[in-house]
């Protein structure tokens, strides 16, 4: 007998569900026989109405077209921008499942925060001159609506890159400056330094993303009157300032002969104690070096917070303490302490969060620590979403380009992401043994295109810089590839792993969020926000 599959309105589904005379336990078969609706045609089951794929493919259908449309320009009242540095498709992918496993399922059915936003598209990440990009030219386009070189911050493309004399006339202005003049609060949070690439790029405008502190500056860019980035955060001037900045970096706010709380000195040759300067200029002011200060924050009597967590870069979420002077807050604490601040402002905020160590750990070839800060990022949106409305609240989460990161092999499903591969026999039941490579050898699911290679350590992650480049392949028979320290096998032998090229995702939500969809150039993100919160307009009206 022919099987006929019935494509049934949920309404039917359920309806038919419910019917105990079709002969669900096979006592009725005459009712099957009759209806189109058998699986089989002689117990009368409705595979429509009982499997549960279909009808979850059916449920999220209908969600969809439940979804309504504001298109209306400025009907924004906040701006959330999510970063994650580095966080291509398959690291989202990867995370996902990780994150699943980490509680308790098989991981693929498992989804992210932000993986439950109802708009997606997909951003092309090239820079005006590299094909692969870096992450000054891709903030750029994302904050400024204009694509730049590669490490120009804020600039447009005229420039010349560490070319002080060549940036006359190609600054160009960002989401947060427009905001900040449209009388709106601000607010950038980083787990990198503050001045880094990422977070640098929505306040600071240079044709040299590593022109951090002054001790960076060449001759050149000293002689031309160009500042480094940790000035221009104090040198801002729009508005009332930016509201809360939180990152690493400290060492770029404070003199050489200053140390920080862990011990270690400041970068600048100006004398200048930048952090003690930023108190001085705003009202209702705080600086924080440390989580429980952090904790003790006030959001109600608190207009403008500076948290410093690091000398250099916060640590790996996985690493991450929470006690005494090196104590630091995780980016989803970070999220809400800055919501709440920012949302005493009746015109509405702009923040911008980079999950900037998911680059860092890739950098390095350990999987483990990339998954996990994806994983803290997911655990941002999630508060960010739950501290804010969608009817008012415009929030993207994106990634400025990806990794050469892969997903490989055949494991069967369940299988730990960051585990040996293990795949299905000819039956399709789980293999007990480990897949293996031509030459006998097993191998891991998640591995890198490029990179220093293979490392078992006891810790990892930056740890991988100081010991010999190890590409190919290794036996990994007796090596817990799930461990943190583990990093992973690399192709192509190189001082550090790189990024990749391809397409990235934009996930959003709120007013205006419909307008990401298709494939995109990435500084059309800026250009929704735009319209989402008509920040040119008010800041127009403003001046």
Same mark, same amino acid.
């Given at each position: ?34 209806? #189109? ?90 820079? =005006? ?48 400056? +427009? ?105 209702? #002011? ?6 429980? #200060? ?101 929030? =993207? ?48 699911? =998640? ?28 036996? +990994? ?67």
């Amino acid at each position: 007998m022919n099987k006929k599959f019935l494509v049934l309105s949920m309404a039917a589904i359920l309806g038919l569900a419910a019917c105990g005379s079709d002969g669900d336990n096979g006592t009725n078969g005459s009712d099957g026989n009759n209806g #189109s609706d058998g699986n089989n045609g002689s117990d009368g089951k409705d595979w429509t109405a009982v499997n549960d794929w279909y009808i979850d493919g059916q449920r999220r259908v209908t969600q969809a077209g439940e979804l309504e449309v504001n298109n209306q320009a400025g009907a924004a009242k906040n701006i959330i921008l999510f970063v994650g540095d580095g966080m291509g498709v398959s690291t989202v992918t990867a995370a996902r499942i990780l994150d699943g496993q980490l509680k308790g399922k098989t991981g693929e059915e498992n989804s992210l925060s932000f993986e439950t936003l109802p708009y997606l598209g997909l951003a092309k990440t090239y820079n =005006v001159d590299g094909q692969t990009p870096d992450s000054a030219g891709t903030m750029t386009a994302m904050v400024t609506g204009v694509k730049t070189d590669v490490g120009v911050l804020s600039q447009a493309e005229g420039v010349t890159r560490g070319n002080c004399a060549s940036t006359q006339g190609q600054d160009l202005m960002t989401s947060i400056e +427009l905001a900040s003049i449209a009388g709106m609060s601000t607010g950038v949070i980083s787990t990198a330094r503050i001045t880094h690439a990422t977070p640098a790029a929505t306040y600071a405008h240079s044709p040299e993303r590593n022109w951090e502190s002054d001790a960076d500056l060449t001759a050149e860019a000293v002689t031309n009157g160009c500042k480094d980035i940790a000035a221009q955060l104090l040198d801002y001037s729009f508005g009332s300032g930016i509201n809360v900045i939180m990152g690493g970096g400290r060492r770029a706010f404070i003199p050489n002969t200053m140390t920080g709380p862990e011990g270690k000195s400041g970068k600048r040759l100006d004398g200048r104690d930048l952090t003690s300067e930023w108190t001085a200029k705003y009202a209702n #002011s705080a600086y924080v070096a440390d989580r429980d #200060s952090f904790l003790a924050l006030d959001p109600a009597t608190t207009d403008h917070a500076l948290g410093l967590f690091n000398s250099s870069h916060m640590e790996y979420d996985y690493d991450r303490t929470t006690d005494g002077a090196t104590g630091e807050p995780s980016l989803a604490e970070m999220t809400a302490k800055s919501i709440d601040i920012l949302k005493k402002n009746d015109k509405g905020f702009v923040l911008i969060i980079e999950a900037g160590r998911i680059d860092h750990a890739h950098h390095a070839g350990n999987a483990a620590r990339a998954l996990h800060d994806t994983i803290a990022l997911s655990e941002a949106v999630r508060v960010a979403m739950e501290k804010t409305s969608s009817k008012d609240t415009l929030l =993207v989460v994106t990634a400025d380009h990806s990794h050469v990161f892969t997903i490989a092999g055949y494991p069967t499903r369940g299988n730990p992401i960051l585990g040996l591969v293990k795949g299905n026999d000819s039956s399709g039941i789980s293999a007990i043994t480990n897949a293996t490579d031509a030459n006998g050898m097993p191998y891991t699911t =998640v591995g890198y295109t490029n990179g220093r290679g293979y490392a078992a350590l006891e810790t990892g992650g930056d740890e991988r810089y100081g010991l010999p480049i190890a590409a190919g392949r290794f036996d +990994l028979n007796y090596v817990n590839t799930q461990d943190a320290g583990f990093h992973q096998e690399a192709l192509v032998p190189l001082e550090s792993e790189t990024h990749a090229g391809e397409d990235v995702a934009i996930f959003a939500s709120g007013p205006g969020a419909h307008l990401v969809q298709g494939t995109v150039e990435q500084n059309h993100i800026f250009h929704v926000i735009n319209h989402a919160a008509s920040l040119v307009e008010k800041a127009e009206a403003a001046l």
